[in-house]
């Protein structure tokens, strides 16, 4: 168990700017100059995914034939300064579960953040990633009491135009392994072939046209929420009463991906997903899936 957790929480770690298109360090150089485009720009995120019937037990207790719903949003402002690049803006995400009432599980799993970050480069081949969410992460409601500051600390080493290696450490204090390394490698085998190993989402890409990029490899989503002071009186037992939840899915998948304009791409993707958990890990009460389900996904993306 503790290696799969620390794969999975890994995955909080990066998105940097080498997990698209092909940067080279000249390319790279021009990214973060004051002189290079428009001094103030924002990208944005929506994804809403869909995923089938599936089964979680812990000992003789099971939840059967559940359904999911999961919704992303985030816009983030890319303003840059003469040491880099900021990144200032917020996200919501929101998980509904097609869970019975008094079940030891929430139906509703939702974090509202602020993104506080900066990209900023050492060398022509060294950037540097440091970012922090701090926001609200609970169950049905989001107060005082589920506030939380998850953050990462990263890089991207760009060894040559086709191969950039990614490192970095991911620190949220809910976690049962607070502080976790994560990364991953990112090579251009051919000229239409990309090895795009990096969490949370390795795959392998081809392009089809310059338009078109069909893609197979897996998504891995994990974070902690806090559930309500009275969860445990109403759902049981009482050691659940603002109790940690940590939520880790794992889909596998194949998609393609749209490229609309040259700053807006829409993908879609379907899948299976083989792995899920629920884990309140200081009560230690822990459900874990019972075979897995299908999923399907659309997803929009945008950088101006």
């Known amino acids: 168990m503790k290696t799969a957790v620390i794969f999975v929480l890994s995955s909080t770690f990066l998105a940097l ?4 298109d092909t940067v080279t360090p000249t390319e790279t150089t021009s990214d973060t100059s004051a ?24 000992g003789r207790r099971a939840i059967r034939d559940f359904d999911e719903n ?4 985030r816009l983030v402002l890319t303003p840059r300064v003469k040491f880099g690049i ?16 008094s079940a030891q599980l929430p139906d509703t799993l939702q974090a509202a953040s602020l993104v506080l970050g900066l990209d900023t480069q050492f060398s022509d081949s060294l950037l540097v990633r440091i970012e922090a969410h701090p926001g609200f992460y609970g169950a049905s409601d989001l107060d005082g009491g589920n506030f939380n500051v998850p953050f990462i600390v990263g890089g991207t080493y ?50 089809a046209t310059k338009a078109v990029t069909v893609y197979a490899g897996a998504e891995i989503r994990s974070a902690t929420y806090r559930v309500g002071d009275r969860f445990g009186d109403v759902n049981g037992p009482v050691r659940l009463n603002d109790a940690v939840l940590s939520y880790t899915e794992v889909r596998t998948g194949a998609g393609v991906e749209w490229k609309l304009t ?12 083989p792995y899920r958990s629920f884990d309140y890990h200081r009560a230690d009460i822990r459900y874990r899936e019972d075979g897995g389900a299908p999923y399907g996904t659309v997803a929009l993306h945008g950088a101006f």
Not at 94 to 101: E, M
């Open 262 to 273: 040259d700053a807006v791409k829409l993908s879609a993707e379907a899948g299976y997903l």
């Open 17 to 20: 700017p080498l997990s698209g």
């Open 35 to 58: 002189n290079a485009g428009p001094a103030f720009s924002y990208e944005f995120d929506a994804q809403e995914t869909y995923v089938g019937e599936g089964d979680v037990e812990r």
């Open 158 to 207: 760009i060894y040559s135009p086709n191969l950039q290696l990614v490192f970095g450490i991911g620190v949220d204090f809910n976690s049962e392994y607070p502080v976790l390394p994560g990364g991953g490698v990112r090579w251009k085998l051919a000229s239409q072939w990309v090895l795009n190993a990096v969490l949370p989402t390795p795959r392998l890409e081809f392009e």
């Open 70 to 73: 999961n919704f992303f949003f």
């Open 86 to 101: 900021l990144r200032l803006g917020a996200a919501y995400e929101r998980y509904d579960f097609g869970i019975p009432d």
